[in-house]
DNA sequence: GCGACAG
DNA sequence: ATCTTGTCGC
């Protein structure tokens, strides 16, 4: 398990945080399809927070894209390097996530946050940014709908509907409640970067075989926790 | 101005 | 995110 220094550059306050976020978010490339689902491989990252001692694990898993075995992990440790604001979230947990990607033995292939991309205040969540700085096709899946609204999906499995930015003029569709298992509450698809919202849904719907969140995001946020409790 | 608000 | 017991159901 390595540990991470929080960057000397690292913003501190929010208006700085907010506009790195503007200076990146061209930089997200939404144009290409990502790797076709079921192939290949596909890393969840999450972190934990004790925010008493002021310390943050995080780890990352790949797993095998067509049988969803294990094919590494790896785990990194650092101070909390931001406090949590919606819409700011990257800033709190980019840093070691990053520290726990380095670390990991073969490529990450396809990321899964556990969190937003394209669904944030200013199109540049946790998925986008991840994606814009490390160069790999990633993708949000959230629990939460956050600030956006939606119809309830139908009760079948793979059902979806729009996330829709409120307020906004038009409908623009920033990502999809996705159903993952039948009549149980959906999770948010959204894209990160170098992948297609049809695409992230059906990985999402992929790696939900048997619960609500993707495989990816269980086994990262099982393997974070056990980091945090090994401090 | 007030409330809502990924993790 | 995190604090936390029992409990209902497959």
Same mark, same amino acid.
């Given at each position: ?7 000397? *550059? ?12 503007d200076g990146l978010r061209a930089r997200v490339v939404l144009d290409e399809p990502g790797p076709p689902p079921g192939t290949g491989r596909i890393t ?5 927070? *004790? ?11 790949? /797993?095998?894209?067509?049988? %969803? *075995?294990?094919?590494?992990? !790896? ?14 979230? !990257? ?10 990607? *380095? !670390? ?13 991309? %394209? !669904? ?12 814009? /700085?490390?160069? /790999? ?26 996330? %829709?930015?409120?307020?906004g003029d038009g409908r623009e569709e920033v990502g999809r409640a996705l159903r993952t298992r039948h009549a149980v509450k959906p999770v948010f698809v ?16 992929? /790696? ?19 980091? %945090?409790?090994?401090?």
């Open positions: 398990m390595t540990t991470v220094r929080t960057p000397a *550059d690292w913003p501190v306050t929010e208006e700085e945080a907010r506009a790195v976020q969840g990252v999450d972190v934990a927070y *004790d925010d008493e001692r002021d310390v943050v694990a995080a780890a990352a898993v790949v /797993l095998d894209a067509a049988t %969803l *075995d294990v094919v590494a992990e !790896a785990t990194a440790v650092g101070r909390v390097s931001f406090p949590y604001v919606p819409g700011l979230l !990257a800033f709190r947990e980019i840093p070691t996530v990053l520290a726990a990607l *380095d !670390a990991l033995p073969c490529p990450p292939g396809l990321v899964v946050c556990d969190g937003y991309g %394209l !669904a944030h205040p200013r199109r540049f969540g946790l998925a986008s940014h991840l994606g814009v /700085l490390t160069g /790999l096709p990633a993708i949000g899946v959230a629990k939460n709908p956050f600030t956006f609204t939606h119809d309830e999906p139908d009760a079948p499995r793979g059902s979806t509907s729009p996330l %829709l930015a409120k307020g959204s894209v990160g970067h170098r992948v297609s919202l049809d695409n992230a849904c059906a990985h999402t719907l992929a /790696l939900t075989p048997a619960y609500r969140l993707p495989e990816t995001t269980r086994r990262a946020d099982a393997l974070c926790r056990r980091a %945090l409790g090994a401090i």
